[in-house]
């Protein structure tokens, strides 16, 4: 592949980059990355990966690279707790129990630092033909017109310049993203005016001391005088290495602040510090106005950003990845709709604006709220009574966390219901909503027969019907996959005797054998209905 032509260019070789150029490398599509480092930046940030996010190694063939890639061996375990006042206080209970909705999805999930993540996403990008990475350099400037996007480059350590071509440019370069902001995306900011610090140290003493709390491998701390912001610490690795964030003073990256001593007023206790690494950021919660301008989109931090709370970051720019991925190439090989681009604004953006609103910035208040109101020893009674009140709801939490797209415009589901983060996981399949996973009789899981196309799953024999499926589809040059099986073993869960899935593991459509018109619904989910899709201003 010419370095200066492409179907896709992206700029940001980081995680979301390169899975999003997976994802069209897979399809065929020609990518170029454009990546400021040579290696992986050893920062462990965005450690905690989904189940959700695992569906898509598994997809992007790297699941079983990236579990052998964990720091921490795979017989300890990657849970979490809550702890009150200090981490050491006697007041915890376990936090982001994420093995609860493990029956909804294809795999397990995992927990890894982001260069270890990274690292093994350029592996798997190497092997594809399709796919190349241009490391050292950065962008600077776009032009856009009615065939493709012309974005200019320069040397990151050097004077060089030099113009790529994409038909589509796609920007995963950090919350101060080059393309959005050349391509005149202006942001929406919830500003929280603190300044954060990462910490990454290395503590025999603190690995010792947190024995106590055998399988975790994250702790968050609740202090009153922070008001809902947290203290966080997590394993690197069981090599007694340690990463840490925190709201700090203003003029702590000035200087002369004692990090060491903040650690043991978090701990509760002293211990040996050796630090490796100290940045600082801004916390605050940034939504792009638009993810899609003509010919540019943007995703991962570049369309959206907010505080690490939660492992919610780099999960949901995979999903922008995957999103996206499947739209771009369908509108570049033909079978995707003239509205099927615009969906990955509408259905990404709110599903982002939800996760802020309804789950971080919802922490955050309701943290403040009880520690304003709850004290130990004021009246430890009503603290204690609170405090297993909150451990239980840490099950509720996980569980409402379902993004969905119920009210996509190239959904059959609930006009009304708009996409958000809020849900409740059902094995049920209804339109908008993820494929939970079941067993066929042929002894596969429906997540290991599903192609890279539309998957049509006809339970129970009605062939007029599938027949029907298969000649829209080729009208439409649709790829489709027939998938045939019985109401029985589990697969009855899904109360539906036809189900049609997306590329991307979300259903389309869900329904009968009676009364349906599987040319109207195969265009809508396509983006050919003109009708049916919604705009985005």
């Not at 179907?7 to 069209?24: F, M, N, R, T």
């Not at 982001?96 to 927990?111: G, M, S």
């Not at 908008?432 to 024999?461: C, I, K, M, W």
Request: net charge negative; charged share 25%.
């Amino acid at each position: 592949m010419s370095m200066n032509d492409a179907d896709v260019v992206i700029a940001g070789g980081g995680p979301v980059g390169l899975g999003l150029a997976i994802e069209l490398g897979q399809r065929g599509v020609r990518t170029l990355v454009i990546e400021k480092y040579p290696e992986p930046q050893p920062i462990p940030k965005g450690q905690n990966l989904t189940q959700r996010t695992m569906e898509h190694f598994h997809f992007w063939g790297a699941e079983k690279a990236l579990r052998a890639a964990r720091t921490i061996p795979a017989d300890y375990g990657i849970g979490g707790l809550t702890a009150y006042g200090t981490l050491l206080s006697g007041h915890h209970y376990d936090w982001l129990k994420r093995e609860l909705v493990r029956p909804y999805y294809f795999t397990d999930n995992e927990r890894l630092p982001q260069y270890a993540t990274e690292q093994v996403l350029r592996n798997r990008a190497a092997e594809l033909d399709s796919v190349e990475l241009r490391c050292g350099w950065v962008a600077q400037a776009l032009a856009q017109d009615e065939q493709g996007v012309t974005l200019t480059i320069g040397e990151h350590r050097g004077t060089g310049s030099a113009t790529v071509r994409g038909r589509y440019l796609v920007g995963c370069d950090g919350s101060g993203s080059v393309v959005r902001q050349a391509a005149g995306i202006t942001q929406t900011l919830s500003d929280h005016d603190k300044l954060m610090a990462l910490l990454v140290f290395r503590s025999k003493e603190l690995s010792r001391l947190l024995e106590r709390f055998p399988g975790k491998s994250f702790y968050n701390v609740l202090h009153p005088s922070l008001k809902g912001y947290w203290l966080f610490f997590g394993r690197v690795g069981l090599n007694d290495d340690w990463f840490f964030h925190a709201p700090v003073p203003r003029e702590a990256a000035q200087g002369g602040f004692d990090f060491k001593a903040y650690l043991h007023w978090a701990v509760g206790a002293t211990f040996d510090v050796d630090f490796d690494h100290v940045g600082f950021w801004d916390l605050r919660f940034a939504i792009a106005d638009r993810y899609i301008q003509n010919r540019v989109c943007i995703a991962g931090d570049a369309a959206h950003s907010h505080p690490p709370y939660g492992g919610y970051g780099i999960n949901t720019g995979f999903e922008d990845a995957c999103n996206l991925g499947w739209k771009l190439a369908a509108t570049l090989q033909g079978w995707g709709g003239p509205d099927l681009l615009e969906s990955y604004h509408e259905e990404r953006h709110g599903v982002f604006a939800s996760t802020a609103r309804d789950f971080i910035e919802k922490a955050i208040n309701e943290d403040r709220k009880f520690l304003e109101t709850y004290d130990p020893e004021r009246d430890p009674a009503a603290f204690d009574a609170q405090w297993r009140e909150r451990g239980s709801g840490a099950v509720a939490e996980v569980n409402a966390f379902e993004p969905n797209y119920r009210g996509s415009s190239v959904c059959w589901g609930l006009p009304d219901a708009g996409c958000q983060a809020l849900g409740s996981h059902s094995l049920r399949a209804e339109a908008g909503r993820h494929l939970s996973p079941q067993p066929l009789s042929d002894g596969r899981n429906v997540y290991e027969a599903l192609n890279a196309g539309f998957t049509l799953l006809a339970l129970d024999q009605h062939d007029a019907i599938v027949i029907e499926f298969a000649e829209a589809a080729a009208t439409l040059a649709l790829p489709l996959t027939i998938l045939r099986d019985s109401r029985r073993d589990g697969r009855e869960n899904y109360g539906a005797g036809l189900i049609l899935i997306r590329p991307d593991q979300f259903i389309a459509w869900a329904g009968e054998f009676s009364g349906v018109d599987a040319v109207m619904i195969l265009r809508r989910a396509a983006g050919f209905d003109h009708e049916k899709v919604v705009k985005i201003n």
